[in-house]
């Protein structure tokens, strides 16, 4: 049994020898890979330690980390790298950093907590620059601390990791992603994190955004999409807990699934100069009013959704609304065509009820010529009405006149059987009073003689 015991134990030493050689192995392994990548050089504008510190690669064909800084620099620049890793804690050992910006940069690795700045001044509010560069991952838990702008311009991004930005320590007044290429952004990407103002403004999204990539986040002033382009965007994949103002304007939605927006409106709703290939009719319900509205309003606040061109709808109705809002429609250009009978189903909808000038469908294949939805009820389809009853008419009275020519057959035929069924009626043959005397004499002598 001690034999037993101690073979046990010794086994399990093996184990754990190995793995902290497997272990160190990979460390050191790891530690070979950041030798082989060169620390990008800074230089101070100002007194070494303080002020602007501009790290610059020069486009050198090397794989640059990031060094580590500390003092009280309130300014950093890196630009111009071929090749550059963010490594972890980076930037812990600063104080008064207000202001760090990341260009020109064609393969830019961030690592987790990269962009970690818990340590710094709460009065410092950063911003973060990222401009021009290749980011094949933006990985989970990315910032970190007192932070009040992040901003990704001309960026090429491959992914947006779960968690990319979360959890921020401080409230940020800004979040922008502009003029950027995205292939992915992953299910809880964006979330639970409050900030001022939020904005996507000239970007192009290749993949569909799947449910809750922007979830539980509280936008406090306005909530800003403009001049961007959409593959698909599923139910939910803009979950918001509060916005103050919701902006949509000038965008491509190629396909945009039912209750993609799912938000609590606190002021005012404009979706403006939008073009929806393909849409579900109750792709805009999810947007409702929030409760605390009412604590300082009477009326109902007004949902614009003007000079809006939509492909396809999918579904019964045209659009379908939250009733919390009063809507106002304003040239909204549907291309697909609708027929006659669609009418029937389509004028039920109170928007088409209450704005039938301001919504114009497609009356050919070209998708350029629109006819409003009242003009279509009016001369449309009451030409086809016209053509309808006319049609009706027109058998109604064949039917009629067959039945006329029918009975005055039935009633001549029956005419003449009755005539034939009469006795037949003998007329003499006409004579004076003379005449008539000598045939009766002649027929009585006739008889007479014939008795005789």
Request: aromatic fraction near 10%; glycine fraction near 4%; proline fraction near 3%.
């Amino acid at each position: 049994m001690k034999h037993k015991g101690f073979s046990f134990i010794l086994c399990l030493g093996l184990i754990a020898a190995c793995c902290c050689l497997c272990s160190a192995e990979d460390d050191f392994h790891e530690f070979v890979n950041r030798e082989e990548e060169a620390l990008v050089h800074c230089v101070h504008d100002s007194a070494p330690r303080f002020g602007k510190r501009i790290c610059d690669c020069g486009y050198r064909n090397e794989d640059f980390v990031t060094p580590q800084f500390d003092g009280s620099t309130t300014e950093i620049e890196i630009a111009n790298c071929k090749s550059l890793r963010v490594r972890r804690e980076t930037f812990s050992q600063l104080f008064q950093l207000t202001k760090l910006t990341i260009i020109n940069v064609e393969d830019l690795v961030l690592e987790s907590s990269s962009l970690d700045f818990t340590r710094d001044a709460p009065s410092a509010r950063l911003k973060i620059e990222l401009i021009n560069n290749a980011i094949e991952e933006v990985p989970s838990h990315l910032v970190k601390g007192p932070i009040a702008e992040i901003s990704f311009i001309r960026c090429r991004i491959g992914v947006f990791k779960p968690f990319s930005i979360a959890s921020v320590h401080e409230q940020l007044y800004s979040l922008k992603i502009v003029e950027s290429l995205i292939n992915r952004i992953e299910r809880h990407a964006f979330k639970r994190f409050e900030v001022s103002q939020l904005t996507l403004n000239g970007s192009k999204f290749i993949s569909s955004i799947p449910s809750q990539s922007f979830y539980e986040v509280e936008v406090l002033e306005s909530f800003l999409i403009t001049n961007c382009s959409f593959n698909a965007i599923l139910p939910s994949a803009f979950a918001f807990k509060n916005v103050t103002k919701l902006n949509i304007r000038n965008n491509e939605f190629n396909d945009a699934a039912g209750e993609s927006f799912v938000l609590q409106i606190k002021k005012s709703v404009s979706i403006v100069g939008n073009y929806f290939a393909k849409i579900e009719d109750t792709v805009l319900r999810g947007i409702n009013l929030d409760s605390s509205y009412y604590s300082r309003n009477s009326e109902r606040p007004t949902l614009q959704f003007h000079n809006n061109r939509i492909g396809r709808i999918n579904g019964e109705k045209l659009l379908i609304f939250s009733d919390d809002f009063d809507v106002n429609f304003r040239a909204i250009y549907v291309e697909q065509s609708i027929d006659c009978s669609q009418m029937i189903t389509l004028k039920e909808s109170s928007i088409l009820a209450n704005h039938p000038d301001e919504i114009y469908f497609g009356s050919s294949h070209d998708g350029n010529d629109f006819k409003s939805f009242q003009d279509i009820k009016r001369f449309r389809c009451a030409e086809d009405r016209f053509w309808f009853f006319l049609i009706i008419g027109a058998v109604a009275g064949s039917i009629v006149l067959v039945i006329i020519a029918l009975l005055v057959s039935w009633y001549c035929v029956a005419q003449k059987r009755k005539k034939q069924r009469k006795l037949q009626v003998v007329m003499p043959e006409p004579r004076t009073y003379r005449e008539t005397q000598i045939v009766m004499q002649i027929e009585n002598h006739g008889l007479l003689k014939t008795d005789l």
